[in-house]
C-alpha cells in the first residue's frame, strides 16, 4: 500500500527557509515519478517541483526556480528546501507519487495517482 506522508510545513517570515518531508511506503522513489504541488484558497493545485519516473531529472516551476530545490534519500523520502519564503508561496504543499506518468504530463495534477494529506506553509510578510 502507498502512502505519503508530508511533515515540515509551519509559520515563517518572508526571506526566510523551510524544508518539507515527505515520507514515502510502499514504492520505490528510484523508478516513481515523485512530485510537490501547492494549492491556495480559492485557487488550481499547481506544480512547485517533481523528479522524471527514472529520478534522473528534476524540474521547477518558474515561480520558484533558484529558490527551491528537491531533493531524495536512500530511505524512500523526498524533501522540498524553500528558501527566500515570499508571502505568495502560502499554500497547502503536497506529495504526489505515480509509477507511470510521462515526462510531458509531470505538472498535471490529476496524472498523479498517490497523494499525501499536505502540510500547511504560511509566509508572513
Known amino acids: 500500500q502507498v502512502q505519503l506522508v508530508e511533515s515540515g510545513g509551519g509559520l515563517v517570515q518572508a526571506g526566510n527557509s523551510l524544508r518539507l518531508s515527505c515520507s514515502t511506503s510502499?514504492?520505490?522513489?528510484?523508478?516513481?515519478?515523485v512530485a510537490w504541488f501547492r494549492q491556495a484558497p480559492d485557487q488550481e493545485r499547481e506544480y512547485v517541483a517533481g523528479?522524471?519516473?527514472?529520478?534522473?531529472?528534476t524540474y521547477y516551476s518558474d515561480s520558484v526556480k533558484g529558490r527551491f530545490t528537491i531533493s531524495k534519500d536512500n530511505k524512500n523520502t523526498v524533501y522540498l528546501q524553500m528558501n527566500a519564503l515570499k508571502a505568495e508561496d502560502t499554500a497547502i504543499y503536497y506529495c504526489?507519487?505515480?509509477?507511470?506518468?510521462?515526462?510531458?504530463?509531470?505538472?498535471?495534477?490529476?496524472?498523479?495517482?498517490?497523494w499525501g494529506q499536505g502540510t500547511q506553509v504560511t509566509v508572513s510578510s
Open positions: 523528479f522524471s519516473r527514472s529520478g534522473t531529472y
Open positions: 510502499g514504492l520505490t522513489i528510484s523508478n516513481w515519478a
Open positions: 504526489a507519487a505515480d509509477r507511470s506518468v510521462i515526462t510531458s504530463q509531470l505538472r498535471v495534477p490529476a496524472q498523479y495517482d498517490y
